[in-house]
């Protein structure tokens, strides 16, 4: 039979566009691909922006696949260090609140290349050789003006690839009792916790009792594990660190349980020289064997700590610190590195080498020294033994145990602590309240005094009466986030993007438009005006909007534009 | 015989009403009833309406993006705009279409399990009646709110990758479906006991004398009698199934994706005393809806068995 023009017309036609279909050009049609995104279940704001989000992404023509979820279900999809996409059992997407370890911004401690899990916190998969060079030089540099310069390279990178969405910056916003005198900080795990001993309840004499509402129970109470607030909320009071801050509002490190220290020129050789006359709360003294202690459980990776990776990128290994006297210790460091200073020295707690030496790595998370759930003995020299009811330290709190009744951590004043207590607070708790309308309610009880800033009451600040609370806001240092698995081959690798495809020279660059492609999707402005109460910034880059290092000349808001967004879907290879 | 009966002998026989009319005659005095009718009608006609009714679509957060979000009540929005920026009517409006979805599916999933299994048992007795009773009794000891929390989780993480993913309200629907496979003992305990009492009535002899099949015994002359204190259950059933859905959600396990009131109380509740009218209007649909039908359900109960009132 003799074809006729009609139908061959139409023949070459439906070859032509299955050629096309099948080698190019670049071009896909909405919904362009599909992105679970988890959002954690655990406050109801972030759950509000958590699905504005996903409809702004959809908005753009993301096929966005959102559940509410608890974050166990989130931490061991994102802990599994193999970077697979949710649909094969990790992640793609999922909502954060974020900060650093330390009151210096330690990018360098999270988003190395080499930091990836399980040994390190780049959950993310950042692989950035900008940013690996920019975070190189942040961490070795000495001079200020330098590490300054890699501040703004690492920040320039980050604005221009976006692996992260950072939505804005919160401010912590706490209600006190009025009657509390004191309470001047916010809390930040780790360094800067309630801390009791400078607190003053008026009119309740010279033995007051305060508690502090904290929202989630604690995973583990030993230091080197501490995941979160939840933890360091109630160990903080009863450990001290080498270094400690002197005030939130000039966070700047003074002498904790080290005097002082020397540097060499090249800041690779430090002498640590360390406070004398320091007791343990079992009676027994701190010297720098108990520092060697902590340094040497800490780098041991049979005990799991999450740290672990990071403390062996300053110190390199065991062998480069060695105890030179009773009270200090020599550090030969591999490089100079800024986290030494500002992390190690001035956010890891010390930990007690003749209460802890004996516990097996395996037993150290369920120990009572982690869970204060129990008793156990100290041997102490002379032949004693003392008996604890939760963690050793030398801090101003000692640990009397969980009362799961009352959900309560108790302590009590450490009459020989080495700095004087302020404060006219003797006994005090920190009790797992969840929920802000509960906690509000328990200050409004006298149940507590102070709580911490992870119950987001700035959109309730107008419902508290002085009678009840004095409302106090802080700068943060955290933010809020949208992070990626950068491992997943459309908006991480970007090897599965139209562009990618066609020319995967260019993958990174199309996965990096997706990612700008959301983040003008992103409604920053009325993020933080309407769901955070006002109380917030606009989110750029992971730095504090207040620190010294946040370049407020080139990091101005990025806007809510969704015409740019689909522009930059568009320049992936992906067509409306 | 006396002479007054001789004019009603013979008048031509009349049919007297059967038991659906009866009960309609009933239910038509009862007040309580007659209110749960309506408030079930007025949900019924909002769900079906919606669309024509609401004055924004559900997921339209337009208003948080002009910075209205947590408005007072006004002439654009009614009953004011919630903390994400949703018109609260509006959602109030489609949320009874998710309500009555979760209601009414899980209530046919459970009459339909518990019917046929309660019929079985009722009609065969013996040791069939046994088993399946014994088997109904495990599925009511099971707490059902657990099993939905842990099911929604797993299931969320199974069905990841799979056709399943393209249902619309995945979630939703695994909530509805487990609902209605924990709610049908009291049905089938019912139905059981029913089908017991029926079987030996003389209608059911007179039936199997004139050589009906089994399947006709049960169907049509069993099941229909069977029918009237299984519809009370029901009626009580989706109350009951709408509150655990609103629980579910509350508990913030419940589908993004769905208009539900459990939701819109848990986004709002913290923020009561700042926008009062977020939580108050759904609060309100939830209440208007539940106590209609348990007031529908004790009409009912009232009109088919009024001997239970007496």
């Known amino acids: 039979m003799r074809m006729t023009t009609k139908r061959r017309a139409m023949l070459q036609a439906s070859a032509a566009s299955l050629v096309t279909a099948a080698v190019g050009p670049a071009q896909a049609a909405p919904p362009f691909f599909r992105l679970y995104l988890m959002i954690p279940n655990n406050q109801p704001a972030r759950m509000i922006w958590g699905t504005l989000a996903a409809q702004q992404m959809s908005r753009i023509g993301i096929d966005v696949v959102s559940s509410f979820v608890p974050f166990t279900v989130i931490s061991p999809r994102r802990s599994r260090g193999d970077g697979k996409p949710h649909a094969e059992g990790g992640w793609d997407a999922y909502l954060e609140r974020y ?9 360098n401690s999270l988003f190395h290349s080499r930091l990836a899990p399980p040994s390190g916190q780049n959950f993310y998969y950042v692989n950035d050789p900008q940013i690996d060079d920019a975070l190189d030089r942040l961490g070795s540099t000495i001079d200020p003006a330098g590490r300054q310069a890699a501040y ?36 930040f795990n780790p360094v800067f916790f309630p801390n009791p001993e400078s607190w003053t309840i008026e009119g309740a004499g010279n033995d007051a009792t305060a508690a502090f509402a904290s929202w989630a129970p604690p995973m583990s109470l030993i230091p080197m594990y501490s995941n979160g607030y939840s933890d360091s909320n109630i160990f903080g009071p009863v450990y001290n660190r080498l270094y400690e801050y002197e005030s939130w509002e000039n966070k700047r490190l003074q002498p904790g349980l080290a005097l002082s220290h020397t540097m060499s020129d090249d800041g690779k050789k430090w002498v640590i020289t360390l406070r004398p006359n320091v007791r343990w709360h079992s009676g027994e003294e701190f010297t720098a064997e108990d520092v060697k202690f902590t340094w040497d459980t800490i780098l041991n990776k049979a005990y799991g700590a999450p740290i672990q990776a990071t403390a062996e990128q300053v110190l390199g290994g065991t062998e480069s610190y060695r105890v030179t006297g009773k009270y200090e210790i020599t550090v030969e460091l591999p490089k100079y590195d800024m986290l030494f200073l500002d992390w190690l020295l001035g956010a890891q707690a010390i930990m007690p080498k003749h209460a802890y030496e004996g516990i097996a790595p395996a037993s150290m998370r369920g120990h009572v020294a982690s869970t204060w759930n129990g008793r156990f003995q100290v041997r102490v020299s002379g032949g004693r033994t003392y008996t604890s009811l939760g963690g050793v330290g030398t801090g101003p709190w000692i640990a009397q145990g969980y009362d799961p009744q009352r959900r309560a951590y108790k302590f009590v004043r450490n009459e020989n602590y ?8 003797k006994t005090f708790y920190v009790v797992n309240i969840q929920g802000t309308d509960s906690v509000l309610s328990a200050l409004r009880s006298g149940a507590i005094d102070a709580h911490d800033p992870m119950y987001d009451i700035g959109p309730l600040a107008s419902t508290i009466e002085p009678s009840w609370g004095k409302v106090q806001s802080f700068d943060s240092f955290k933010w809020q986030h949208i992070c990626y698995n950068l491992r997943h081959p459309v908006f991480g690798t970007g090897v599965d993007t139209p562009l990618g495809r066609q020319d995967p020279a260019r993958a990174a660059e199309a996965a990096a438009y997706i990612r700008k492609a959301i983040s003008h999707a992103m409604p920053r402005e009325q993020i933080v005006k309407e769901i955070a109460g006002g109380y917030g910034e606009e989110g750029t880059v992971p730095l504090p909007f207040t620190s010294e290092q946040y370049d407020h000349d080139l990091l101005k808001p990025i806007a809510y534009d969704l015409d740019k967004a689909r522009e930059y879907l568009q320049r992936a290879g992906y067509q409306y | 015989m006396s002479d007054a009966t001789l004019p009603a002998i013979a008048a031509p026989r009349q049919r007297a009403p059967g038991i659906w009319r009866q009960s309609w005659y009933r239910f038509r005095r009862n007040r309580a009833g007659l209110i749960g009718l309506a408030m079930v009608t007025l949900v019924v006609l909002v769900a079906l309406l919606a669309p024509f009714a609401a004055p924004f679509a559900p997921d339209d957060t337009s208003a948080m993006l002009r910075g209205a979000a947590r408005r007072a009540p006004s002439a654009l929005h009614w009953l004011g705009t919630d903390r994400n920026g949703y018109d609260v009517f509006t959602r109030m409006i489609y949320g009874a279409r998710t309500a009555l979805a979760v209601g009414l599916g899980a209530m046919i999933i459970a009459s339909v399990i518990g019917v046929i299994i309660g019929g079985i048992a009722g009609y065969a007795g013996g040791m069939v009646d046994e088993l399946l009773m014994r088997f109904a009794e495990f599925f009511m000891v099971i707490p059902v709110f657990v099993v ?31 609902l209605g496979c924990f709610e049908w003992p009291p049905i089938a305990r019912m139905a059981r006991a029913e089908f017991l009492r029926l079987r030996n009535s003389e209608f059911v002899e007179a039936a199997h004398c004139i050589g009906s099949s089994r399947r006709d015994i049960l169907l049509r002359h069993i099941l229909p009698n069977a029918m009237p204190p299984l519809i009370v259950l029901v009626a009580l059933g989706i109350g009951g199934a709408i509150l655990a859905e609103t629980m579910v959600s509350f508990l913030g396990f419940g589908d993004p994706r769905a208009v539900s009131w459990g939701q819109s109380l848990y986004f709002n509740y913290e923020a009561l005393k700042v926008a009062p009218w977020a939580v108050l209007s759904p609060g309100a649909a939830l209440f208007v809806t539940v106590l209609g039908f348990n007031l529908l359900a004790d009409g009912l109960t009232d009109a088919f068995n009024p001997r239970t009132r007496q």
């Not at chain 1, 080495?418 to 607070?425: E, F, I, Q, S």
């Not at chain 2, 056709?163 to 509805?176: G, R």
Request: no cysteine; aromatic share 14%; net charge positive.
């Open chain 1, 152 to 187: 703004r390279d690492f920040a320039k990178r980050w604005y221009d690839t976006e692996p992260m969405t950072i939505l804005f910056y919160p401010k912590d916003v706490i209600a006190v009792n009025p009657k509390l005198r004191g309470f001047d900080t916010t809390t």
């Open chain 1, 418 to 425: 080495w700095k004087p207590h302020t404060g006219n607070v």
């Open chain 2, 148 to 178: 939905i929390l842990a099911v929604v989780r797993l299931f969320g993480i199974v069905v990841v990758g799979t056709w399943l993913e393209d249902i619309p309200n995945l979630n939703l629907m695994t909530i509805i479906v487990l």
């Open chain 1, 99 to 107: 900060y650093y370890n330390a009151i210096t911004p330690t990018p």
